[in-house]
C-alpha cells in the first residue's frame, strides 16, 4: 500500500458508500409517493366539497323555485286576499274562517305532501299570520308588533315582502321544534301589487343526509355545515364526532380569523391541512354556500388520510440509519490512512508560520500525501523570496486603499443624493394620499350642501309667496305681527335671503371645483402608465396653484395665458406628470415674483402655456413667464440634485432634478430650458404619445 495513490485509496473505501444513491432514490420514490397520495387525497376532498355543496345549491334554489311556483297560482292568490279579508274582520275563531278554510285549507295542506314541508304559512301584508297549515302557536298574531317580531320567521317575512323577492333564513331551532328548521319567504303578487306573503316551513332532513354520507371518509373523515351569527360561526347540523353539535358548538370569528370555517362562512373556497375542534391534524376542502349564506367544510384525520406513508417511512428511516453507519465507519478508516502524514506536515507549516523557513518535511511514499510534501518543500524555498514581494505588494495595496476611500466617499454622496430623492418621492405620494383623503372628506359634506339647495330655494320662494299673499289679503294685520315684521325686517329680509342662498351656492360650486381639481392633481390610482388628459391635468395644478397667482399687497396678479392644442389622450404616469407641472408652475410663479421686487421690471406678469401634437407624434407643452430670465452660467446646472438660486428653507433644489428624470427616463422624452435675460424663461418638455413599458422591451 506504500506506493498506491490515495485516489485508489479513496476509490476502495468510497465503494462502501455506494447505498448513498439507493437511500436518495429511495427518498426520492418516497417523496413522490407522499405527493401522489397527498394529490389524491386533496383531489377527493375538494370533488366531494365541491358536489356536496353544488347539491345543497341546487336543493335550496329548487325549494325557492317551489315557493315561486305556490305563489303563482290564482287559488293561493285568491285564498290570501279571502283569508286577509276574514281576518280583519271576523278573526281566525269566526265561523266565517271556518267555512273558508273548508274551501281552501286541503287545497293548500296538498302542498305539504306533494313537496315535503313542515308547513305553509300565509300572511298578510300588514304582518298577521292569516293561514297556517298546523295552526302553531304564531298563527293569528302580528309579525311586526306581536311576540315573534324578533323570530327568524318574522324577520324573512319582511325582507321577502321590503325586497320583492324569494328570502330563505338560516336554519334554527323555532319554537318547541326538535330539530333545526328553515323559513322560505316568497311575495304574493296581484297585477303586479304585493299582497301577501308566502312562508314555507322546511326541516333539515335533506341536510342531514349530505351530512351523515361519510362515502369516501374513512372512519374519520366528516361534513360540517356553519353560518356565521353576529361575530360568532355556529354549526348548524350534527356531525360525526359531535352529534349534538347542531347550535350548540360555536367558533369565535375575531379570535380564529384565519380558521377554515370562518373563510368558508365569509365566501372563500380553499384546501389545506388544519386542526379541527378537537384539536386533531385533519386535510380539509372548504366551501361557500350563498343560497344559505353559509359555510361547508369536507375533512378528514391525516393521520387516515396519509397511513398508508408510515411504513414506507419507517423503511426509509432504517435504510438511512444503515447507511449512516456504513459511511461513518469508512470514513474513519480514509481518515487514518490520510491523517498521520497530515499531523506530521501540520507541525512543520507550524514552524514555518513562526518564520523557520528552512523547515523540511520528510517524503514517505509515492502517493499524492508524498507528493504534497515535495510541494511543500518546494514552496517553503519560495515563501522567503515572496516575503519581501509581499511587503511591496503592501505598500501598493495601501495606496489603493486611499484611492478607494475616495471612491467611497463620492459613492457615499451620491447614495445621499439618492437617498433624499426617494424621500422627497415618498413625501409627494404621502401628500398625494393627503390630497385624495382630504378632498374625499370634504366632497360628502359639500355635495349634502349643495344638492339640498335648489330644493331649499324652491321652499323658501314658496314662504315668500304666501306672505305677499298674507300681506295683500291682510294689508292691516293686528299689533303683534307688525312688532314681529318690523323686529326681523321683514321687507329687508325677503329682499336678502335669496341673495344669501344664491352666495352660499356660489360658494359649494366653488369647493366642488377645487376638490375635483385636487382628486385630479392626486392621481393616485394612475400609478401606472395610463391614456389620460393632459390638459385636465395642467388646469388642475392651476387650480390648486389659484391662490399664488391671485394679487396680493406686493404685486399685481400673475396671468396664464393658456393656448391649447388638438391633444389627444396621451399615454403617460399622471401622477409623475402632475408633479412636473407643478414644479414648473412653481418655479415660474417664484421667478415672477422675484423680478417683481425689481425696479426695472415693469411689465405685467404673464405665464404662457401653449401643448400640440407634432407630425411625429410628440406631445410638445410649452410652460414660460416673461419674467427677467436665469443667468447663462446656471443654466447647465438647473437638472442637477440640490441646485438652487432660492433662499435657505424655501427651496430644496430637487424639483428640477426630478421633473428631469420623470420626463427622461420614466417618459423616455426631453426637458429643455430656454431662457434669455430680460426676456423670461421656457421649458420644454416632449414625450412620445405612446408609451411603450419595460415588459414590452425587455420581450
Not at 499 to 524: D, P, Y
Request: aromatic share 8%; proline share 3%; glycine share 4%.
Amino acid at each position: 500500500m506504500k506506493n498506491t495513490k490515495i485516489v485508489n485509496k479513496l476509490i476502495l473505501w468510497f465503494l462502501i458508500i455506494a447505498l448513498l444513491p439507493l437511500t436518495k432514490i429511495t427518498c426520492l420514490n418516497y417523496y413522490i409517493a407522499s405527493s401522489s397520495r397527498k394529490k389524491e387525497a386533496e383531489n377527493n376532498l375538494i370533488a366531494m366539497a365541491d358536489n356536496k355543496a353544488k347539491w345543497l345549491e341546487n336543493y335550496i334554489n329548487e325549494r325557492k323555485n317551489d315557493a315561486t311556483a305556490i305563489t303563482q297560482i290564482p287559488n293561493i292568490i285568491n285564498a290570501v286576499e279571502k283569508y286577509q279579508l276574514v281576518f280583519e274582520k271576523f278573526g281566525v275563531n269566526s265561523q266565517a274562517y271556518q267555512e273558508l278554510d273548508a274551501e281552501y285549507k286541503t287545497f293548500i295542506t296538498n302542498y305539504l305532501e306533494i313537496f315535503g314541508y313542515s308547513d305553509i304559512f300565509l300572511i298578510s301584508q300588514a304582518g298577521d299570520a292569516i293561514f297556517s297549515v298546523k295552526r302553531d302557536q304564531e298563527f293569528g298574531s302580528n309579525f311586526y308588533t306581536g311576540t315573534y317580531k324578533d323570530y327568524e320567521l318574522a324577520k324573512v317575512f319582511d325582507r321577502a315582502k321590503t325586497l320583492m323577492q324569494v328570502e330563505m333564513s338560516n336554519f334554527g331551532y323555532h319554537l318547541d321544534d326538535k330539530a333545526p328548521v328553515s323559513f322560505i319567504a316568497a311575495p304574493i303578487f296581484n297585477n303586479n301589487i304585493i299582497i301577501g306573503v308566502l312562508v314555507l316551513k322546511l326541516d333539515n332532513q335533506e341536510f342531514n343526509k349530505v351530512v351523515n354520507n361519510y362515502i369516501g371518509l374513512g372512519k374519520t373523515g366528516e361534513t360540517i355545515i356553519v353560518s356565521q351569527i353576529n361575530e360568532t360561526i355556529v354549526f348548524t347540523s350534527p356531525i360525526r364526532h359531535d352529534p349534538n353539535a347542531a347550535f350548540n358548538r360555536t367558533i369565535k370569528v375575531n379570535q380564529q380569523k384565519s380558521h377554515p370555517l370562518n373563510q368558508a362562512s365569509q365566501g372563500m373556497k380553499g384546501f389545506g391541512i388544519t386542526f379541527d375542534y378537537r384539536g386533531q391534524e385533519t386535510i380539509a376542502a372548504w366551501r361557500y354556500l350563498p343560497s344559505l349564506n353559509s359555510g361547508l367544510l369536507v375533512k378528514m384525520d391525516t393521520a387516515e388520510a396519509f397511513a398508508s406513508l408510515n411504513t414506507l417511512r419507517n423503511i426509509i428511516i432504517i435504510l438511512i440509519i444503515i447507511t449512516l453507519i456504513l459511511v461513518i465507519f469508512a470514513a474513519i478508516i480514509v481518515a487514518k490512512s490520510i491523517s498521520k502524514p497530515v499531523i506530521e506536515l501540520t507541525k512543520i507549516v507550524k514552524e514555518l508560520a513562526k518564520g523557520n523557513f528552512y523547515q523540511q518535511a520528510q517524503v514517505t511514499s509515492n502517493d499524492e500525501i508524498g507528493q504534497l510534501a515535495k510541494s511543500f518543500n518546494i514552496m517553503a524555498e519560495n515563501l522567503e523570496k515572496s516575503f519581501e514581494t509581499i511587503k511591496l505588494r503592501e505598500l501598493e495595496l495601501a495606496a489603493a486603499n486611499e484611492k478607494l476611500a475616495v471612491i467611497l466617499a463620492e459613492l457615499q454622496q451620491k447614495a445621499q443624493q439618492l437617498a433624499t430623492q426617494l424621500i422627497q418621492s415618498e413625501k409627494m405620494s404621502s401628500l398625494g394620499q393627503l390630497v385624495a383623503g382630504v378632498a374625499h372628506e370634504i366632497n360628502n359634506p359639500v355635495s349634502f350642501i349643495y344638492g339640498n339647495l335648489a330644493p331649499a330655494k324652491e321652499y323658501i320662494q314658496d314662504l315668500l309667496k304666501v306672505i305677499r299673499t298674507y300681506q295683500q289679503s291682510y294689508p292691516h294685520p293686528v299689533a303683534e305681527i307688525q312688532e314681529i315684521t318690523k323686529d326681523v325686517e321683514l321687507d329687508f329680509l325677503v329682499i336678502d335671503l335669496p341673495k344669501l342662498l344664491t352666495s352660499i351656492e356660489m360658494g359649494a360650486k366653488r369647493i366642488t371645483e377645487i376638490v375635483l381639481s385636487l382628486r385630479n392633481f392626486s392621481r393616485l390610482d394612475e400609478a401606472e402608465i395610463k391614456a389620460v388628459n393632459i390638459h385636465e391635468g395642467i388646469d388642475s395644478t392651476l387650480m390648486i396653484l389659484a391662490n399664488r397667482l391671485k394679487a396680493n399687497s406686493e404685486r399685481p396678479e400673475i396671468a396664464v395665458i393658456k393656448v391649447y392644442g388638438n391633444l389627444p389622450l396621451v399615454d403617460c404616469y399622471a401622477g409623475q406628470l402632475n408633479q412636473v407641472f407643478m414644479n414648473i408652475l412653481l418655479n415660474a410663479i417664484d421667478a415672477l415674483e422675484e423680478a417683481m421686487t425689481s425696479k426695472i421690471f415693469t411689465r405685467e406678469p404673464k405665464i404662457f402655456i401653449r401643448t400640440e401634437l407634432t407630425k411625429d407624434n410628440q406631445v410638445s407643452i410649452s410652460i414660460s413667464d416673461n419674467g427677467i430670465g436665469i443667468p447663462e452660467h446656471f443654466k447647465n446646472k438647473l437638472f442637477d440634485p440640490f441646485f438652487t438660486t432660492k433662499p435657505i428653507g424655501k427651496g430644496t433644489g430637487l424639483g428640477l432634478s426630478i421633473s428631469y428624470k420623470v420626463i427622461t427616463e420614466r417618459h423616455q422624452g426631453k426637458l429643455e430650458c430656454i431662457s434669455s435675460p430680460n426676456k423670461g424663461t421656457e421649458f420644454l418638455i416632449s414625450f412620445p404619445l405612446y408609451q411603450v413599458s419595460k415588459s414590452n422591451l425587455i420581450c
